[in-house]
């Protein structure tokens, strides 16, 4: 099981650049969630999909962010254009979602930065 | 917005001493999980309490829930040094979704 892959794990990039973030998440599993995670407002949760749909993008904060999943096995999430204010770790995480739940696995994060 | 709150925000303890984190949370919920956190990883899934349930074990963390005062513990016995991390409590929304929502974590640091 190589868990929840994530890349690049560092990004640094200037202001008005586009930005794409790539995720792979564990085989069988069918949901996929990013979320942010900043000093100031902890883990937030962007988006999430279910067998590659989306389901909730209501933590989307604007416009300039989009993610998609266009197949099993991966799903980028794109900031265009990037400001200093999105500077934070992105996470992926995966889950098979049984009655009752079933936990979230994370990738390791990328670690934004917008100059 | 965030469901969970954690408290205390950090915690400091010297190493073999229990530790003991609460986490409250504002709306139903199927779940409750708690998550640890190393220092520039991602998290990691400890356990899932579920909201019919009232104590679980797993090694040497014990979890409760109390669903009518919505609220959570995490008690890790004995700790270790390695048991240094950021714990997180999240739920899973009783929503008819699956959104699982965090709360802003516990910083723990355990002396050696």
């Known amino acids: 099981d190589a868990g929840v892959i994530q890349s690049p794990r560092h990004e640094v990039t200037e202001m008005g650049q586009e930005v794409t973030l790539r995720c792979k998440p564990i085989?069988?599993?069918?949901?996929l969630f990013w979320y942010r995670q900043t000093m100031m407002r902890g883990l937030e949760l962007l988006i999430y999909?279910?067998?590659?749909?989306?389901?909730?993008d209501s933590g989307m904060p604007e416009d300039r962010f989009s993610a998609k999943m266009p197949n099993a096995s991966f799903s980028t999430l794109k900031i265009q254009p990037s400001e200093p204010r999105d500077s934070a770790v992105y996470f992926c995480?995966?889950?098979?979602?049984?009655?009752?739940?079933?936990?979230?696995?994370f990738g390791n994060g990328t670690r934004l930065t917008v100059t | 917005s965030q469901q969970g709150e954690e408290d205390p925000q950090a915690l400091s303890i010297q190493e073999g001493e229990n530790a003991t984190m609460n986490c409250s949370y504002k709306t139903s919920i199927n779940n409750l999980q708690w998550y640890r956190q190393n220092s520039g990883r991602g998290l990691v899934h400890l356990i899932l309490?579920?909201?019919?349930?009232r104590e679980k074990h797993s090694g040497r963390l014990r979890v409760t829930l109390d669903t009518s005062k919505k609220s959570s513990s995490l008690l890790i016995t004995a700790s270790r040094a390695a048991d240094t991390a950021s714990y997180f409590c999240a739920t899973d929304l009783n929503t008819g979704g699956f959104k699982t929502i965090f709360g802003a974590g516990t910083r723990l640091f355990v002396k050696a």
């Open positions: 085989s069988g599993h069918d949901y």
């Open positions: 995480a995966s889950s098979t979602r049984g009655r009752g739940g079933s936990p979230l696995h």
């Open positions: 999909f279910n067998n590659n749909v989306p389901i909730d």
């Open positions: 309490i579920r909201s019919n349930e």
